[in-house]
């Protein structure tokens, strides 16, 4: 069955025009890619796969992640660095409540802050208060990942055991 254009050829033109017989088609050159080559959507190259213009888009992908590859590492790294804060920051608590607890049974908080810590964890404990209550301060450092972001400090506050 024919088509609209009258040849068979599914087109769409009336009157059996083609598109190259149509006013101010052909008169141009072929049309440029902002790239500079002949690879763009009006030539009607380079949209096949097998046609070469997807190597070049495919490069240009890859380019593009590779920009990008920084962005992620950043990401990820500070994603790391906020886990080592709330690690340190959960071993000064500990730490802080060992100590408090020792102190108020009369023992030694340093070595109590120490214990309580994982291994390659330097602690630090002062103690402080009178009367019925004894306060733990712990110190901890937190690893440096990206930044140098200080010490993590918690308290602890226990009644005296007399």
Known sequence: MPYADGHGHGHGHAHGRGRRNRPGHGQRQRQRSRFGHGFGRRSGRGLGRGSGGGRRDTGQVAVEYLGFIPVLLIVGLAGVQ??????????????????????????????????????????????????????????????????????????ATMPRDH
Do not use: M
């Not at 102190?103 to 390659?120: D, I, M």
């Not at 602690?123 to 990942?145: E, K, L, N, Q, Y």
């Open 82 to 155: 906020i886990g080592a804060v709330a690690y340190a920051a959960e071993q000064a608590g500990t730490a802080a409540r060992a100590g408090a607890r020792a102190a108020s049974l009369g023992r030694s908080a340093q070595e109590a802050c120490a214990r309580a810590v994982s291994g390659g964890i330097d602690v630090s404990c002062s103690s402080g208060g009178g009367g019925d209550s004894v306060t733990v301060t712990a110190t901890v450092r937190i690893p440096t990942v990206v930044w140098d972001l200080g010490d993590a400090t918690k308290s």
